[in-house]
């Protein structure tokens, strides 16, 4: 049989311009005549009613049969030739190259010859009763049916010219294709966007509130004891130090301090609110930096939760920048928040600012800033827990004599202090009597402070305030400085009716 005589059930429109010029003596044969007016999907290929000889027809069956047996054990040779194949001169489709061996295997069907390569075959090419032999076969030897190169499935394997869809090597059909699975996945695509909805970020409602809160006497109540023994005992150096001693106040030495009362009250309560609602909560002290850390942990380890999301400190006051009008500035924190990309949606008219001191802030600011009245808590902590006179002999002069300086000069020492060993003149005798006695009047005004602290109830009004606006939008945030004033004269005015028990 010649090549002319084969009758390859393809349309000349199905196959790839490329592929033409080697297989186009089939198509032009006469014996391709009567399957031309079939469409794609009615073309008959390679069955035997399809076949026009009976013998041919029963030879390529049973020749198709053969090969499926052998496929799992050449599947070696098979890759080969397929990696061939891409190679070639126009480098033809796994489809392409089907056809080709197609016709090569019809060709030499007379003589019964099994000459081509062998190929995978897929299961529903395959004649029925074929079809279900190799189905027992595949599950007696538990065999699977693996799919060649460039198909998703078994259902896309080499001999795919006989399955009715249009083969990925035809341009014109292949825009077509692209079209319609564009189409489909637009429609994929908006049937998963229904029926898999993203979760909704909560949009909480303080969002966007810029809580900027002073530490000492708004916070926490009169840090100065203790801070000035931490500060005489870190910030000088001493040359002995007893072994087995912290050198300055450690924050767990802080958190009895708190504990007992230094901690302002209600603050736990407004910051738990706070951080419902989401709202950012800043630190704004003029302390020192070391100093006001060791603070704000203690106070964090009280709440249970870090709640303090940047702390600012004396550098980032006048004390650093010169150029502020005012001690400190919400330009500057604004600035600086906005060095981190989850904080660049703060602006000064979305903070507000609680401080003690009224002039905190200048005068473009000031309509942002509360004041809120002083909390005066206060322990004794002496400066001269660890220093004493013995640890001062094992140290420097130079040491020593700075120490005695800064304590006179702060008025927790006497003022003849100063002198050390030396003997004291009766005027500064006298003078020492009367610092004692200033320094025992002191601490009663101090401690009596206590009893009016327990009382106070700023943090609760401002809880209250905020309370009270369920969404705090642009316009509830200009108005809200305003609001937290009205509330903490009406708290202060109730207090000091009260007055102390």
């Not at 070696?76 to 295997?105: F, G």
Request: glycine residues 4%; negative net charge.
């Amino acid at each position: 049989m010649t090549k002319q005589d084969i009758p390859l059930c393809v349309s000349s429109e199905d196959l790839d311009h490329e592929a033409h010029d080697s297989v186009g003596m089939y198509i032009k044969s006469p014996a391709f005549m009567p399957f031309r007016g079939l469409s794609l999907s009615e073309s008959l290929t390679l069955t035997p009613s399809a076949c026009p000889s009976k013998k041919m027809a029963e030879s390529s069956s049973v020749k198709i049969a053969e090969e499926t047996e052998e496929t799992v054990k050449e599947t070696a040779e098979s890759d080969k030739l397929t990696a061939a194949h891409k190679h070639s001169k126009y480098h033809k489709s796994p489809s392409m190259t089907n056809v080709l061996d197609a016709v090569a295997a019809c060709q030499d069907g007379e003589s019964g010859a099994a000459q081509s390569a062998p190929h995978q075959l897929s299961p529903d090419l395959l004649p029925a009763d074929h079809k279900l032999k190799l189905q027992q076969q595949a599950q007696e030897q538990q065999i699977e049916v693996v799919p060649t190169e460039g198909s998703s499935s078994p259902k896309q394997g080499t001999l795919d010219h006989t399955v009715g869809t249009v083969p990925s090597w035809t341009k014109l059909r292949k825009s077509r294709s692209m079209m319609d699975v564009s189409h489909h996945e637009e429609k994929i695509a908006a049937a998963e966007k229904f029926s898999l909805p993203k979760a909704v970020v909560e949009q909480k409602p303080g969002k966007s509130l810029l809580f900027v809160l002073d530490m000492d006497h708004t916070m926490v109540g009169n840090l100065v004891a203790m801070s000035d023994r931490d500060n005489i005992e870190t910030n000088i150096n001493w040359n002995f130090w007893p072994e087995g001693v912290n050198r300055g106040l450690t924050v767990e030495e802080i958190i009895p301090f708190l504990e007992r009362g230094m901690l302002r009250p209600g603050l736990i309560q407004l910051l738990q609110h706070l951080h419902t609602i989401g709202s950012t909560v800043v630190v704004y002290t003029h302390s020192e930096k070391r100093w006001a850390t060791k603070v704000c942990e203690a106070m964090e380890h009280i709440a249970g939760w870090k709640f303090i999301t940047r702390l600012f400190s004396r550098m980032d006051c006048r004390d650093g920048h010169p150029h502020f009008l005012a001690r400190k500035s919400l330009e500057h924190v604004v600035m600086q928040m906005h060095e981190e990309p989850d904080f660049r949606w703060s602006k000064v008219e979305q903070s507000v600012m609680f401080d003690d001191d009224n002039h905190a802030l200048n005068g473009t600011e000031q309509c942002r800033l509360v004041q809120v009245p002083s909390y005066d808590y206060w322990e004794p902590c002496p400066w001269n827990t660890t220093i004493s006179e013995e640890v001062m002999d094992k140290n420097d002069e130079e040491v020593v004599d700075m120490a005695r300086r800064s304590v006179v000069e702060w008025g927790i020492a006497a003022p003849s202090f100063v002198k050390g060993k030396e003997a004291r003149s009766e005027e500064e005798t006298e003078k020492d009597r009367k610092w004692t006695e200033q320094q025992r009047r002191k601490t009663n005004i101090l401690l009596s402070y206590n009893k009016v602290a327990k009382l106070d109830r700023v943090m609760h009004s401002l809880r209250e305030v905020l309370e009270e606006h369920p969404v705090l939008d642009e316009t509830a945030l200009e108005a809200l400085p305003e609001k937290f004033r009205v509330a903490l004269g009406d708290a202060h005015a109730a207090a000091a009716a009260a007055g102390p028990s």
